[in-house]
């Protein structure tokens, strides 16, 4: 039997941890070289593989693979790059057939969120619809925390650390200052449909930590006059609030309080701007000097403050994800199976890309307390093991070490493409 190479690329909003995954793909792949010959990166993506410019990741030392589990973002480059359907858009699909027999690959590993898993869910495809072998295995990653099947994915529980951590730390420094200067802090996470990040902050107040959070969560309605007589209460009572609000915090008509009135390259209203909409109609309503904060980047790309079990479940998807490919499953995601809370523990399963591709996992509504502002205990309980248990890159000089790939691309073997 032929041994076949693969392909492995990522897409999307990178995170502080998708390296990891790229390292479970790698380092795993590397140890069945009887089975699995080269892993080629798309610099930038499934655009990696439509353009022919595939990274040789046989030319990066062990050393630097393993550093890859303490690096973030996207060592070899992401994108936001939706194919359409087989029926749509025939001439990727060619191409992409194209490039894959150039090269010899058999295997194809998509690391990245909803997006994604249709884009991988679509190349799975191609051996009924096109009569060629390949397959195709999805690598869960999404801060968003919104795919199904996974009780969690990989980025997810960094992110909620951040934003749990700087909601505790902003809070103490407002109530430093309340008696005589602001009142009010503000601070903007990402979410457009699913409030899960909105929700960590909510772990900023504990048993031991009385703190005035209020949550505006994509999944409630915005109701003005509720929320300004909900944060004037808590001001009254602490002398201080701290407020999460979600970039997918909406009107009644579904108008997004941080719309611009422009879309990304997936068709995605653009978001952005959230935290001043917010501090400023306090200001105008109740006159409470505040101050606000976009977490954007910093939340998802702090590697810093990774949670453990987030390193290590995105590392183990990765890994498992080959296993499944060398079980000769095709169209399928591996999945974090949660089976205990305390003490937490989890193990790897599966779920059929059919079931994932375009679905969406909104918050539940029992996460969401009576009033619509905070967390509810069973929240607190799924939260809580994400975000446990420190992994801290190496520091050199007081700086995190990461490390930097030089993408030494193949040779290419056909005539250039246009997207």
Known sequence: MTVKNAFYAQSGGVTAVINASACGVIETARQHSDKIGTVYAGQNGIIGALLENLI???????????????????????????MKSLEKNKREYDRLIEVFKAHNIGYFFYNGGGDSADTCLKV????????????????????????????????????????????????????SMCATSTKIFVLEVMGRHAGWIAAAGGLAADASNDIPVVILFPEVEFNQEKFLATVDAKVKQYGYCSIVVSEGCHYPDGTFLAEQGTRDSFGHAQLGGAAPVVANMIKDALGYKF??????????????????????????????AVELALEGKNSVMPAVIRTSNNPYTWHIGSGELKDIANVEKMMPLEYISED???????????????????????????????????????????????L
């Not at 453990?308 to 998807?317: F, I, M, N, T």
């Open 124 to 175: 799975s495809q191609l051996a009924d619809a096109m009569g060629f072998p390949i397959q195709a295995i999805h690598v869960p990653k999404t801060v968003d925390n919104d795919l199904p099947v996974t009780d969690n994915c990989p980025g997810f529980g960094s992110v909620a650390k951040y934003i749990a951590v700087s909601t505790r730390e902003a809070s103490y420094d407002v109530a």
């Open 56 to 82: 040789d990741t046989s030319k990066i030392s062990d050393a630097d693979v393993a550093a890859l589990r303490h690096t973030p973002s996207g060592a070899f480059g992401s994108c936001r790059y939706k």
């Open 372 to 418: 619509g502002y905070g967390i509810t205990d069973a929240c607190r309980e799924y939260l809580q093991p994400l975000i446990e248990g420190e992994d801290y890159p190496p520091y050199e000089n007081g700086m995190p070490k990461y490390v930097t790939l030089k993408h030494e691309l193949l040779d290419k073997k056909l005539p250039a493409f246009e």
């Open 291 to 320: 101050h606000w904060a976009v977490a954007d980047y910093l939340q998802r790309a702090a590697r810093h403050l990774s949670s453990k079990s987030d390193v290590e479940q995105a590392y183990a998807l990765g890994k498992a």
